[in-house]
């Protein structure tokens, strides 16, 4: 699991080499999607809906930009796809993309005021190819939702069309953005050397402006959907991981460092390392043999410098996964496998942004600032630290040229951004 400094480096150049395969459109793991975008001023004003949906739980914001690189969110709402009762689950394979979408457009209605008329940006988490700024197809899903009849199909539209069938006229979806690309907006809305942005959250994904995009003169947002990436060095238990996930073969990167899969990465370690007699010797682990039974909150909590104590993580062990003898060695071994996983995570991630800066600026004479956004990046402990050492350490002496930058919200509010810029923007129309 340890990366050597010159591991990474040859990961970085492989990932600049695929990066330029993607543009040119040869087959290759990265599929460099263009986001009919580009960076905003920072003087975009106005009040706006931004939809976010990224996962299981979604978001509807009322954002308002104030110019001057700021903004102010003035309502928000929050709310699962999924009810951990059991009770409805919109991103199950057999519920129709109409439901899921009703669903969606009767919460936007219950944020907005009736008597206003708003554009809608919309922050959609997954691989699209866009044919404009608010056309949006969905390649595949990701993270692991799988509802049905939108694969292939117009996210735009199926917004647009349960607007319109819950007759909701005054919201006018005109964007639509992946995460990263929301992210860039928003750290470009604040900081004008912001080029890159990245999630490290329950997914991971990167984008950057190209200067010179293949598509037409003006510089471009990219999504590099940087997860797929696949010129890795992978363990067995990453094969593992990947043979039982619900997409073999695909994600490969995504499944090494974003938070979806970490803790079930541990917990292949662990059972492993049982097999041979090195932790939780002589316990049943019927429990621990489940998948999905270890999450990356998991990690968080053995990993965590302000809680834990040996005695808490012991507990968790006796209650949730009901072993019964464990000794001190057992949890000093499970934190070492959780520090190995999370600081992969974060080497990795950090090699394909030197990856993405060699691309932009080959001799690095610029200022560049990495906007970060997700879970992984903000709570797990010492996250940010380990990424943070190993940019420094393969930047070495121009390591003051790059700085990476907390924008949180940022699928949200780079959604109002984006809706504010759909005007003024000319691609796609
Ligand atoms: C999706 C990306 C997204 C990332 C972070 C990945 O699973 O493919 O489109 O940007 O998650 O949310």
């Known amino acids: 699991m340890e990366l050597p400094l010159s591991s990474l480096k040859e990961i970085a150049v492989k990932f600049k080499e695929e990066m330029h395969r993607g543009l040119a459109k040869e087959g290759t793991s990265l599929k460099m999607l263009p986001a009919f975008l580009s960076k905003p001023t920072g003087d975009e004003t106005g009040v706006f809906v931004a939809l976010d949906f990224g996962g299981t739980n979604v978001r509807i914001l009322l954002v308002e930009l104030l110019g001057n690189g700021k903004?102010?969110?003035?309502?928000?709402?929050?709310?699962?796809?999924?009810?951990?009762?059991?009770?409805?689950?919109?991103?199950?394979?057999?519920?129709?993309?109409e439901e899921l979408f009703a669903y969606i457009s009767r919460k936007i209605q219950s944020l907005v005021n009736k008597e206003t008329t708003y554009r809608l940006g919309h922050t959609f988490s997954f691989p699209c190819e866009n044919k404009g700024l608010n056309q949006a197809f969905l390649i595949k899903w990701t993270k692991e939702i799988g509802t049905s009849g939108l694969e292939g199909q117009d996210i735009g539209l199926a917004l647009i069309d349960a607007l319109k069938e819950q007759n909701i006229r005054n919201v006018i979806p005109c964007a639509i953005i992946n995460d990263t690309v929301g992210t860039l907006l928003t750290g470009a809305y604040q900081e004008k050397d912001c080029d890159i942005a990245t999630i490290l959250g329950t997914g991971h994904n990167t984008c950057y402006v190209e200067r010179n995009n293949p598509w037409s003169q003006l510089p471009m947002i990219i999504n590099i959907e940087s997860g797929n990436f696949d010129r890795v060095p992978r363990t067995r238990y990453d094969h593992l991981l990947d043979e039982s996930s619900e997409r073999p073969g695909e994600q490969v990167l995504e499944k090494m460092v974003s938070g979806k899969y970490l803790g079930e990465l541990v917990r292949l370690i662990l059972i492993e390392l049982n097999k041979k007699g090195e932790v939780f010797s002589n316990n049943d682990l019927t429990e621990l043999l489940k998948t999905g039974m270890l999450t990356t909150t998991d990690i968080s909590f053995a990993l965590s410098t302000k809680q834990h104590r040996l005695l808490d993580i012991e507990k968790m062990f006796i209650e949730r996964f009901k072993l019964e003898s464990i000794s001190d060695n057992d949890i000093l071994l499970y934190q070492l496998v959780?520090?190995?996983?999370?600081?992969?995570?974060?080497?990795?991630?950090?090699?394909?942004?030197?990856?993405?800066?060699?691309?932009?600026?080959?001799?690095?004479?610029?200022?560049?600032?990495?906007?970060?956004?997700?879970?992984?990046?903000?709570?797990?402990?010492c996250y940010s630290a380990r990424l943070i050492d190993t940019l420094n350490e393969l930047l070495e002496e121009k390591r003051n040229l790059v700085k990476l930058c907390l924008v949180k919200d940022g699928s949200g509010v780079g959604a109002a951004i984006a809706a504010s810029m759909a005007e003024l923007f000319s691609y796609g129309k």
């Open 71 to 97: 903004h102010k969110i003035i309502d928000r709402l929050s709310f699962p796809l999924k009810d951990i009762d059991g009770g409805y689950d919109y991103t199950a394979s057999t519920v129709q993309k």
């Open 338 to 381: 959780c520090r190995l996983v999370r600081d992969r995570s974060a080497r990795l991630a950090a090699a394909t942004y030197i990856g993405i800066l060699q691309h932009i600026d080959p001799l690095l004479k610029e200022h560049h600032v990495i906007a970060v956004d997700g879970t992984l990046y903000e709570k797990l402990d």
